[in-house]
């Protein structure tokens, strides 16, 4: 019986080559394992302000009542409002709802590891401890995970309350405690993270937010080169609510040309004030 089809050497070498290529197309595919997050995934946005914010109607309580409208007034007059992004300090709980590039996650059964390419931050979720009993205080706080099915439960205190909640300024204090909730769709390809926020400093009841993550299959985590020792013309226009977001080195600028030195500050601590 005749062969349908016939293959020269050139046709062999092709088709041999895009076997080859079969692997990393799947490597690329997204896994259907619902317990699989591994891969570069980009936020889902409508791409306006309102991606960046948690909302101007939160529980607030009147301290934090009255820090929203002090942000509301500084952007009607023009005004922005200095936040850790702008000045490349650690963007903590800002970076995780509302991350403004790609972000890689990797596995392993110990933990989760998600890697953003702006600001140049690790987080990790540790799925087989509690929280130490010693905790230090940081900008991302101190994650652990579990799984309950198919959605992964994490549990995230310990931050030093010198973060916000997002680029409105929405503030956040060193007893934050945020709970998520990750679920990917069947087909593998759309992340749906709910946050509960519980911080009784500055809101009067927890309350949630959803944000959705797409995978993008061939994205890549690039440099990220954030200005160290910016110009002080930078910074002219923005309002520093909290000193530690003021760059501690800047170069002055006299008529427009900054100069050759770098003048920095010693930062203010606890223990400079009276």
């Not at 990790?124 to 929280?131: S, T």
């Not at 549990?155 to 030093?160: A, E, H, K, L, Q």
């Not at 709970?179 to 009841?205: A, C, H, M």
């Not at 930078?234 to 501690?248: A, G, H, Q, R, Y």
């Amino acid at each position: 019986m005749r062969a349908f089809f016939s293959f020269g050497r050139e046709s062999s070498g092709a088709l041999a080559a895009l076997l080859c290529l079969l692997p990393m197309v799947t490597a690329f595919a997204g896994s259907r394992n619902p317990r699989d997050f591994e891969g570069t995934w980009v936020r889902v946005g409508t791409h306006d302000m309102s991606d960046f914010m948690l909302g101007v109607d939160l529980p607030y309580t009147p301290e934090a009542q009255n820090l929203a409208a002090d942000h509301l007034r500084w952007f009607k007059e023009g005004h922005s409002k200095a936040s850790a992004h702008l000045t490349c300090r650690p963007t903590g709980v800002q970076g995780v709802t509302a991350p403004k590039t790609t972000i890689l996650i990797l596995q392993t059964p110990q933990k989760v590891y998600l890697i953003s390419q702006e600001d140049r931050e690790v987080r990790r979720v540790y799925l087989q401890r509690m929280h130490p009993k010693e905790l230090l205080p940081s900008y991302s706080g101190d994650s652990v995970g579990h799984w309950e099915g198919k959605t992964l439960a994490v549990d995230t205190i310990g931050y030093n309350g010198k973060g916000q909640l997002d680029e409105m300024g929405n503030p956040h204090s060193n007893q934050l405690h945020v709970l998520e909730r990750w679920i990917k769709s069947d087909d593998g390809n759309l992340l749906t993270v709910e946050f509960t926020f519980i911080d009784p400093v500055y809101y009067t009841q927890p309350f949630k937010k959803v944000r959705q993550f797409r995978r993008a299959p061939g994205a890549r985590i690039a440099d990220y080169d954030c200005a160290e020792n910016p110009r002080t013309d930078d910074f002219e226009n923005l309002t520093f609510e909290n000193d530690w977001f003021k760059p501690t080195c800047a170069r002055p600028v006299v008529n427009s040309v900054a100069g050759d030195k770098v003048l920095c500050t010693r930062p203010t601590t606890s223990q400079d004030k009276p």
